[in-house]
């Protein structure tokens, strides 16, 4: 039997590493893609909604996958797979190739990946602990994150002896490989130690998970997994609104390159200590209510930043304002899976209502970056950027409203189950 605690840390370790190289690298240093890969905003776009389109293919199958079979090879079989396309990524690809990799990636990380992840860690929380599960769960992943994002700055900045990405583009084209290289060793680490720390006896044999038609059947009759499926779009789209802020920050608040990667990876530790937090506060008050707060104060922080332009005197505010909405965006991500047991999903259907949901609410990653990247570079400089906030402003009021219905259908259920279902086996 292993240890709780190895558990959970192999599942954070596995859970972030699968995405470090389809999202990290354009995260953290997005200037510096842009430049060597030769592509627009709009390019990078474009490649990232090739990876929607084959992870969304993904999501329902997968679900039914995890329902079968043990997630120990599931998982790491499909970091072992992200692996590989990092070795093709360091070769730098052009636009076509980008887009084979990018589809190919949203295949290995999501159809073999995803609702195993969740399930074993619905697993993990038992039936009292979800909120904290997942929180503990999202903000380790951001303890990951956080951690290998600096590394890979100081292997970034290295690099340049003088500092000087501008002069020295040999330097940029070489430092860049040097970061995909890390992440890529990583995502093999992590594959190994998958394997070797997960529980195997999570395989279940219950004839309802040897139907997966029946379950996707019955689980697509289910409002409220729509309704989540819904709050999970909204979420996931204010995350995906962090990927601007390297950009932001060398275009509008006049840092180097060095400098917004620095200042991103920095801003990353704030989501341990609040996806952890949110997940306490979910369970303590319920993941909904939480929710509909934490779409509040992000959506008044995009909206502050879509009017807001830089001058001397607010630009401790603008940082200050950043901050926040990374707060916020990370402890949204941290419970947004723990209304599975607010909302009365069986477990025997978790992995077949996590793909239904994935499949729905992961759609941003076919869309978010097109739309971005065209509001970005089609008006140049702040204005911009002003509209891609304003933008997610208005996604985060969609979110709250998503979440106010699954309030008033999980209240329409809870009425109508007399005594209330509990969650099975």
Request: glycine share 12%; proline share 5%.
């Given at each position: 039997?292993?240890?709780?605690?190895?558990?959970?840390?192999?599942?954070?370790?596995?859970?972030?590493?699968?995405?470090?190289?389809?999202?990290?690298?354009?995260?953290?240093?997005?200037?510096?893609?842009?430049e060597?890969?030769?592509?627009?905003?709009?390019?990078?776009?474009?490649?990232?909604?090739?990876?929607?389109?084959t992870?969304?293919?993904?999501?329902?199958?997968?679900?039914?996958?995890?329902?079968?079979?043990?997630?120990?090879?599931?998982?790491?079989?499909?970091?072992?797979a992200?692996?590989?396309?990092?070795?093709?990524?360091?070769?730098?690809?052009?636009?076509?190739?980008?887009?084979?990799?990018?589809?190919?990636?949203?295949?290995?990380?999501?159809?073999?990946?995803?609702?195993?992840?969740?399930?074993?860690?619905?697993?993990?929380?038992?039936?009292?602990?979800?909120?904290?599960?997942?929180?503990?769960?999202d903000g380790?992943?951001?303890?990951?994150?956080?951690?290998?994002?600096?590394?890979?700055?100081?292997?970034?900045?290295?690099?340049?002896?003088?500092?000087?990405?501008?002069?020295?583009?040999?330097?940029?084209?070489?430092?860049l490989?040097?970061?995909?290289?890390?992440?890529?060793?990583?995502?093999?680490?992590?594959?190994?130690?998958?394997?070797?720390?997960?529980?195997?006896?999570?395989?279940?044999?219950?004839?309802?998970?040897?139907?997966?038609?029946?379950n996707?059947?019955?689980?697509?009759?289910?409002?409220?997994?729509?309704?989540?499926?819904?709050?999970?779009?909204?979420?996931?789209?204010?995350?995906?609104?962090?990927?601007?802020?390297?950009?932001?920050?060398?275009?509008?608040?006049?840092?180097?390159?060095?400098?917004?990667?620095?200042?991103?990876?920095?801003?990353?530790?704030?989501?341990?200590?609040?996806?952890?937090?949110?997940?306490?506060?979910?369970?303590?008050?319920?993941?909904?209510?939480v929710?509909?707060?934490?779409?509040?104060?992000?959506?008044?922080?995009?909206?502050?930043?879509?009017?807001?332009?830089?001058?001397?005197?607010?630009?401790?505010?603008?940082?200050?304002?950043?901050?926040?909405?990374?707060?916020?965006?990370y402890?949204?991500?941290?419970?947004?899976?723990?209304?599975?047991?607010?909302?009365?999903?069986?477990?025997?259907?978790?992995?077949?209502?996590?793909?239904?949901?994935?499949?729905?609410?992961?759609?941003?990653?076919?869309?978010?970056?097109?739309?971005?990247?065209?509001?970005?570079d089609?008006?140049?400089?702040?204005?911009?950027?002003?509209?891609?906030?304003?933008?997610?402003?208005?996604?985060?009021?969609?979110?709250?409203?998503?979440?106010?219905?699954?309030?008033?259908?999980?209240?329409?259920?809870?009425?109508?189950?007399?005594?209330?279902?509990?969650?099975?086996?």
């Open positions: 039997m292993r240890h709780p605690i190895l558990v959970i840390g192999a599942l954070i370790l596995a859970g972030e590493a699968i995405f470090a190289l389809p999202f990290h690298v354009a995260r953290f240093f997005r200037a510096t893609v842009l060597v890969f030769g592509f627009s905003n709009a390019n990078l776009g474009d490649v990232f909604a090739v990876y929607g389109i992870a969304m293919i993904a999501y329902f199958p997968g679900g039914a996958i995890a329902d079968r079979f043990p997630p120990h090879k599931l998982m790491s079989l499909s970091l072992a992200t692996a590989l396309g990092g070795a093709y990524m360091a070769t730098i690809p052009g636009y076509l190739g980008m887009s084979v990799l990018f589809a190919y990636w949203g295949v290995t990380s999501i159809l073999l990946f995803w609702a195993a992840l969740i399930r074993s860690t619905r697993e993990w929380g038992g039936e009292l602990s979800q909120g904290r599960a997942f929180g503990i769960l380790g992943r951001g303890l990951v994150a956080a951690g290998l994002a600096s590394i890979a700055v100081v292997i970034f900045g290295s690099r340049f002896a003088a500092g000087d990405l501008a002069t020295d583009p040999a330097g940029r084209h070489a430092a490989v040097s970061v995909i290289i890390f992440y890529t060793a990583i995502t093999l680490i992590a594959s190994v130690l998958t394997y070797w720390l997960i529980p195997r006896q999570t395989k279940s044999t219950s004839p309802h998970t040897l139907a997966p038609l029946s996707m059947g019955e689980v697509l009759r289910r409002p409220i997994v729509w309704a989540q499926a819904a709050i999970v779009v909204c979420a996931y789209c204010g995350y995906k609104g962090l990927d601007n802020y390297a950009l932001y920050a060398v275009d509008v608040l006049g840092m180097s390159e060095v400098e917004a990667a620095g200042f991103t990876a920095a801003s990353a530790y704030l989501r341990p200590v609040a996806a952890i937090a949110a997940g306490f506060l979910a369970d303590r008050y319920s993941a909904s209510r929710m509909v707060a934490l779409f509040l104060v992000v959506g008044a922080s995009y909206g502050l930043l879509g009017i807001a332009a830089p001058a001397p005197g607010i630009k401790g505010m603008m940082i200050a304002n950043i901050l926040i909405s990374f707060a916020g965006v402890a949204l991500r941290g419970v947004y899976f723990a209304l599975l047991q607010e909302t009365r999903i069986p477990g025997r259907l978790t992995g077949t209502a996590v793909g239904l949901i994935s499949l729905v609410g992961y759609t941003p990653d076919i869309f978010f970056a097109a739309i971005g990247g065209r509001l970005i089609n008006a140049p400089g702040v204005a911009g950027h002003q509209h891609y906030f304003l933008f997610l402003a208005g996604i985060m009021l969609a979110g709250v409203a998503a979440t106010a219905l699954l309030l008033v259908l999980n209240r329409r259920n809870a009425r109508s189950q007399s005594p209330p279902v509990g969650v099975a086996p």
